[in-house]
């Protein structure tokens, strides 16, 4: 038998010994702590007498056993031995502490009269007992962070900076993981209090300032930034001291906490540094789990949900636990991808999907008087602009009377809370995309007005990652060596990542009243052409050339987040959200939107009804 499989071997019965002790946790924990009490009750007791044959055994260990069981009792109730704190930690041992001593000092009170033992026996055996249970729960601790068998091809030795709570986990994970391929040798931390701390073996060796020393002192051909919420700043100093140590050193990051997926942090954790981590601002947080309960046991329902926002959005909700959570979308395959990130498993005969189009409007009302929804997510939409500007027909079509028709399900469904997904070219629209965006709005606030419900929109950036974004493009471009083509080298625009775009949307259906649209903070806006000077950059590529092609018709040099006449201050119930007034509309003026003949004339109805016309001259 080789060393590998030996070593798998070893690992797979470590793993079946561990996994044996931990389904039998509540049993073993409460033998164990029952043996000790009667235990530290026999050993005083001998103490006590100088002779072994003057002791009552029978007695002493009768009430061993006895607060044994009061003991099994209370923990019972406290849940102590079923996992309500992980082993040896903080939390158990006050825990454990509290209700030993306690009760010991419960039998020495009762044992005063009569004096069924040794007056002294209560007390000290409380602390024995106490001993023997923290010293198991401690060297069981100990023994799981000692690193088992590991592999010894592939493996990077990796420099960890920050040494907090997620540090402390990585480490287990790297250490206990036998198919692991990474050996911390080193954390680096700022904070002075941390100089002399080693987790789980490893030391702080010393500051962020130590780095390029550290990686020449131990030939670490790795740094893990285990800090999910490393600024950008941070992660470019990072950059820059490994770049001046003229070695080759993969730079690893964990996720930010909105996007792990558990509490835990694992190996399997690490990522690349990718744009996002670059872009010039810090991820927000708009602390939606503070107000999600909503969506704890409600029928949810996302149009789109196949989309970049839907699929997102559908993950986000997910996680609140609802009664049924409903994913819409006309393209099947869109829907099998998201149904197999939620489930693992996508065969695409459960309930949960439905393929539906939203121009559709029995198949809508239909779904919806079936299905009964409590809260919907209007994600589905057309959104390429320049796509829009050509076929501004279908813009009518899909944006506008789709919007019009799930507002009609959902009125007729009785539907709660309804959130249309909109955008910033709907503030001061001067595209075919930004007008019937604007109208959808506006469609929004007039069923609210007539419905009296939480109907309103929600209005962001442009969303980095998703399908047909400007990131995207860039990529590929890069990938065959440029040139990478921007449309103009002053122009800008706002950006979020996907998670923030879905925390806002989820935190609106929560905050935000009837009619209204709500805004993110989204920090300074950024120059397109400084993405792609870091993208290609991040690439290693020297020689990719940037091309500017001029703004295309509809296009902005600079995007608005409000409206000329829209108030910008107001944020009543997050520092980080604006909520905005919008005019509604009644259904009956967008019946009227032609969908035939020149594109001009539909672009020009669309412009005149969204009450853009004075702002197409800023058209490009």
Not at 147 to 175: E, F, H, I, K, Y
Not at 306 to 313: A, M, R
Not at 523 to 544: C, F, L, N
């Amino acid at each position: 038998m080789g060393m590998r499989q030996m070593r798998s071997l070893l690992a797979a019965r470590e793993k079946t010994l561990v996994r044996w002790v931990r389904q039998r946790r509540t049993v073993l924990m409460g033998a164990f702590d029952l043996g000790a009490w009667i235990a530290g009750f026999l050993f005083f007791a001998a103490l006590r007498f100088s002779e072994s044959s003057a002791v009552p055994w029978a007695q002493v260990a009768l009430v061993g056993a006895a607060a044994g069981v009061v003991h099994l009792v209370i923990c019972r109730a406290l849940r102590l031995h079923e996992g309500r704190a992980r082993t040896a930690s903080l939390e158990e041992m006050t825990t454990l502490g509290v209700v030993t001593l306690g009760l010991g000092f419960v039998i020495f009170v009762v044992n005063l009269a009569p004096i069924w033992v040794p007056r002294s026996a209560p007390a000290l055996a409380a602390l024995t007992a106490l001993a023997l249970m923290v010293g198991v729960r401690a060297a069981w601790r100990l023994a799981l962070q000692v690193p088992g068998n590991r592999r010894t091809d592939g493996v990077s030795q990796a420099v960890v900076v920050g040494a907090g709570d997620a540090a402390n986990d990585l480490l287990r994970s790297m250490q206990r993981d036998p198919d692991s391929t990474w050996v911390p040798v080193a954390l680096l931390d700022d904070d002075p209090r941390k100089r002399y701390l080693r987790l789980r073996g490893v030391a702080v060796t010393g500051t962020l300032a130590d780095l390029a020393a550290t990686l020449e002192r131990t030939g670490a051909d790795a740094v893990v930034i285990a800090i999910p919420s490393a600024t950008t700043e941070l992660i470019t100093d990072i950059r820059r001291a490994v770049a001046s140590t003229d070695r080759t050193v993969d730079v690893k990051v964990l996720p930010s906490t909105a996007q792990l997926l558990t509490d835990r942090v694992d190996i399997r954790d690490i990522r690349d540094i990718n744009l996002t981590d670059y872009l010039g601002r810090s991820q927000l947080d708009t602390d939606v789990d503070s107000i999600a309960e909503y969506l704890t046991g409600r029928r949810i329902l996302v149009t789109g949900a196949g989309g970049s926002i839907g699929s997102e959005l559908c993950r986000q909700i997910s996680r609140y636990e609802p009664a049924e959570l409903m994913m819409l979308d006309r393209d099947e395959s869109a829907l099998h991808a998201v149904q197999l990130s939620l489930t693992d498993r996508a065969l695409l005969d459960s309930d949960d999907v439905i393929l539906c189009d939203i121009r559709d409007t029995l198949a809508l009302h239909r779904v919806m008087l079936e299905r009964r929804p409590e809260v919907v997510f209007h994600a589905a939409a057309l959104k390429h602009l320049p796509m829009l500007e050509q076929y501004p027909a279908e813009a009518v079509k899909t944006n506008v009377w789709g919007t019009r028709n799930v507002l009609d399900a959902a009125q007729a469904a009785g539907v709660e809370r309804f959130v249309n997904i909109s955008t910033d070219k709907a503030a001061d629209p001067c595209s075919v995309l930004g007008w019937s965006k604007r109208l959808s709005e506006r469609l929004t606030a007039q069923r609210a007005d007539l419905t009296g419900q939480a109907y309103l929109s929600v209005r962001f950036g442009n969303v980095l990652g998703s399908r047909g974004s400007v990131l995207t493009a860039f990529a590929k471009q890069i990938a065959v060596g440029g040139p990478v083509t921007v449309t103009d080298p002053d122009v800008t625009r706002f950006f979020m990542t996907v998670e923030e775009a879905c925390q806002l949307v989820v935190q609106a259906a929560a905050i935000g009243r009837p009619g209204e649209a709500l805004v993110l903070d989204m920090g300074e806006p950024i120059r397109i052409v400084d993405v792609a000077r870091q993208m290609i950059a991040h690439s290693g590529k020297t020689t990719v050339d940037i091309e500017f092609t001029g703004l295309r018709p509809g296009e902005k040099l600079h995007e608005d987040l409000f409206g000329e006449d829209e108030e910008q201050g107001t944020r009543p119930a997050h520092p980080l959200v604006s909520h905005v007034s919008v005019p509604p509309i009644s259904i009956a003026a967008t019946e009227d939107l032609p969908t035939t003949g020149s594109t001009g004339h539909v672009r020009d109805a669309i412009a005149a009804l969204s009450g853009s016309v004075e702002r197409t001259s800023r058209v490009g």
